[in-house]
């Protein structure tokens, strides 16, 4: 089960959910306080649903048996992903409507696959309800020489409640190790006589205690929040993004549940959270907020443990529903937060953060000057392609682009480095004006309708305000706008994109479509929900698509995250990529020689061999089997938390860059009454100094000054 609630605003593309025109302010949340849609409505519902899929959606996948056995697997993984629940003759029972769905969708058949699986789910959960407990009055053995496999995809179900048990009590005692070390750990930090006292017996008899809390809450929130209701508006969600993996079903909003939506409150650490078979994991970061400050989280984090500073107890947080997460993650501004987060290479960090409000600045454009050798390479740092249309000088990124490149113009830089990394995209207006600041004119992105339409948007203002040397910075989760623009600057041979294999590859368009009868006039809230539709796609200048691809980079930097699942074409219901006309552009001479020199030198580059090297053992071993026996686990861990702190140690300078602040940013900085907003620009200044990316790419584009980049080609 996954739910996703909006712990701050957000304006990125490829985690909307929906643009509310009120206030100018777009949210983010999946299945919040959804109503239950009335039992006589549902096929009404599902009917509705299957239509707008095929008359609307971008490219709809035909409603047939092919079909209908994909929502059949995707919606029982999405009950029970590691297969702990169902038995293989519920599975067989079920399989008389894994060719019929497809017509309950069509309205020729009755709704009957929901509630025939309803009725052994709800006849499962207490059975293995009191199998857990039953495991967990007893004490794990941790000597004995057993795996276990957590990946459910490679998993058949359970043929016999024996092996059910079994592979219940693997999942038990893996939960129950990690406690058990984790109590270790503390034991022999302490300097409480109490704690120091305590026998492996006892912290093995804590460590279950622990796990057994956990495992109750989650089965608590599932018996009262998982209903019946619920589990249908997961089928019709499970339908939605299988045609792609951002369409999506919304039930019906209650009143409380929109107007806080509506109200735009900033809580503590800016965080997307989303809830996941009993884990809570972050989906995204929020640009200036305390989580994104510290460099230290990212997406696919799961949070384990939250605590509170200056008290040793934290609590574990499996099982918790998000809003129960939440209460205990946010606070008073200015008071500390501890988290405890399962990296996704299986590795545990503990991070302090201090409670704050979302500070619009850190969000902003910034840039400072790199000295190297005789070179100064001029940076700018965009988290988001953010716009204000609301205010008539409200905040637009590529006026404020502008005004850097106008200042780093008047320090005399001999190249300019835009570091588009993290940015998950925003306004798609603001990247075509953005690009038009290095080009004269010409189309920017090619938009593409269902009906095969091509729209090209271009840049019309022939005004260049930056014409030199150019290399844009991007990674793994650089999307959507972010995508647009490194496209288009690539495409253009305008300058060098340099980051990871490739961007993360969202390359199309949603719209928000009500379901039923509007229930006021304001909210936008319909009686049966709504659909956030897919219903266009881009395509670059060249004509390919950045759906799935996304953009790769002309320069690969190796870097931590390449192995990790978490793009576009991890998705195996991602549209696919395709390709148009190309459009009619005039492009630059480009940099071929260079790029191709630069490859070589990154492919014999000691650090840069070392981090592929790591990263290549680390994807290897990322859905390992989990050894249970104490000495061999820790063994496992220890390998795999030393080959991530290498990399981490590697990503980072010995020495610092030399960085000059602007002149005129200064005073706004250094000499402001504001103390905090000093801080925190000195703070983002520390963490580049270091940044071994940005200064492999300050090189490359020092070694790009002086070459003539003329456009030549038509």
Known sequence: MQKIVAFMIR?????LFSILAFAGIFFAFKTIGG???????????????GQLLQDEHYSPKPLDDAFSKSVFKKYLDELDGDKTLFLQSDIT???????TIDDEIKGTNEIGFVPAVNSIYNKRVPEVTALYKKLLAQSFDFTID???LTDGEKQQYPATEKEREDRWRKRLKYLTLERYLDLQDQREKSKIDSIKSKTDAQLEQEARNKVLKSTDRMYERIKAKLTDDERFNMFVNTITNLMDPHTDYFAPVEKRAFDEMMSGRFYGIGAQLQEQDGTIKIVSLVPGGPAWKSGELMAND???KVGQGGKDEMVDISGFDVSDAV???RGNKGTEVKLTVKKSDGTYKTISLQRDEIVQDETFARSVVVKNGDKKIGFISLPDFYADFERPNGARCSEDVRKELEKLKAEKVDGIVIDLRYNGGGSLYEVIQMVGLFIKTGPVVQVKSKDGQVTPMDDKDPSVVYDGPLAVMVNELSASASEIFAAAIQDYKRGIVIGST????????QKNIPLGKPLDFFSGRSEFGAVKLTFQKFYRVNGGSTQLKGVQSDIVLPDSYDYIKIREKDNASALPWDEIKKANAQTFAGYDAIIKSENQKISTNPVFSLIKQNTDWLAKNADAPVNLQLEKYKLQQKKIRSTVNQNTTLAKLTTEMQMDVLKLDYDKFYNNPDKQKGERYKAWLKSLKTDLYINETVNIVSSIVGQQNPVVTK
């Open 146 to 148: 057993e795996s276990l």
């Open 93 to 99: 029972e079920l399989k008389k409507f894994e060719t």
């Open 35 to 49: 109503n239950p849609v009335p039992e006589n409505q549902k096929q009404k519902l599902l009917t509705a649903v």
């Open 11 to 15: 304006r990125k593309g490829w985690v």
């Open 502 to 509: 490739s961007t993360y590859g969202k390359g199309t368009v």
């Open 302 to 304: 799961i949070i384990v």
């Open 327 to 329: 209460k205990l993650i």
